[in-house]
């Protein structure tokens, strides 16, 4: 049996910050891991990948590397370092070679029409339609509460394309939010079989890891102790 994977690095996605980890993190603490939440800017891919792999770098030992949303996209690149053991996906963008998140959105369209652009090069999501698109199944305070408080992703980010997929050549865990107005669902179990990922489905919202942080932590913890160490 492979040995446990002790550190799992989190990496949040598009509009979002780290914090909406918080109930994953406590329960993989509690399981005895050492975690990480990464927070990148979403003001660059660049930028975004220079802090997540300091995140990485700074556990100083195999890590299982989780991203959601346009998180997918950051670890699709970073998940090459030779620290990362195994790739996890919370309904995000498990790219492929060219590929961004722009191009997938545009090849199967997610549900919400409520992606902005702004005159700074960033896109918002319409606090209006937040709670729908975004997170429908967690309170309606907290989704709320991230509508006020979302971080824009640039267009860099959004529109970069993927050069090398680390989940060609890693072993990769995907979980397919079924309501998700965020991502194409379709999209999503498309990505997931193409990575030959290990995948499950659950009925969620795009914020599948704050509804469901049990089932989040279970595929997680899946990985941590089935994917042999870097």
């Known amino acids: 049996m492979a040995q446990r994977i002790n550190n799992v690095v989190l990496v949040h996605g598009a509009f979002a910050d780290g914090s909406g980890w918080e109930a994953v993190a406590n329960l993989l603490k509690k399981d005895g891991y050492r975690v990480s939440v990464a927070q990148p800017p979403e003001t660059s891919y660049a930028d975004d990948q220079k802090c997540t792999k300091a995140a990485i770098e700074a556990m100083g030992g195999p890590v299982v590397l989780v991203g959601h949303s346009y998180g997918g996209s950051i670890i699709t690149e970073a998940g090459n370092h030779p620290n990362v053991a195994a790739l996890v996906y919370i309904a995000a963008f498990a790219l492929d070679e060219?590929?961004?998140?722009?191009?997938?959105?545009?090849?199967?369209?997610?549900?919400?029409?409520a992606f902005m652009p702004d005159s700074n090069g960033n896109w918002w999501i319409d606090q209006a339609h937040f709670v729908a698109d975004f997170a429908a199944d967690i309170p309606k305070e907290k989704a709320e509460f991230m509508a006020i408080s979302q971080v824009p992703i640039s267009t860099d980010?959004?529109?970069?394309?993927?050069?090398?997929?680390?989940?060609?050549?890693?072993?990769?865990?995907?979980?397919?939010?079924?309501?998700?107005?965020?991502?194409?669902?379709?999209?999503?179990?498309?990505?997931?079989?193409r990575a030959n990922a290990k995948t499950v489905e659950v009925k969620a919202s795009h914020v599948a890891y704050m509804a469901h942080p049990e089932k989040t932590v279970k595929l997680i913890e899946e990985a941590a102790t089935s994917a042999p160490a870097a």
């Open 98 to 113: 060219g590929e961004s998140c722009a191009s997938i959105e545009q090849a199967l369209p997610q549900a919400s029409k």
């Open 157 to 193: 980010a959004f529109t970069h394309k993927v050069k090398n997929p680390a989940w060609k050549h890693k072993p990769t865990w995907y979980m397919v939010a079924t309501e998700d107005r965020s991502i194409n669902p379709d999209q999503e179990r498309m990505m997931a079989k």
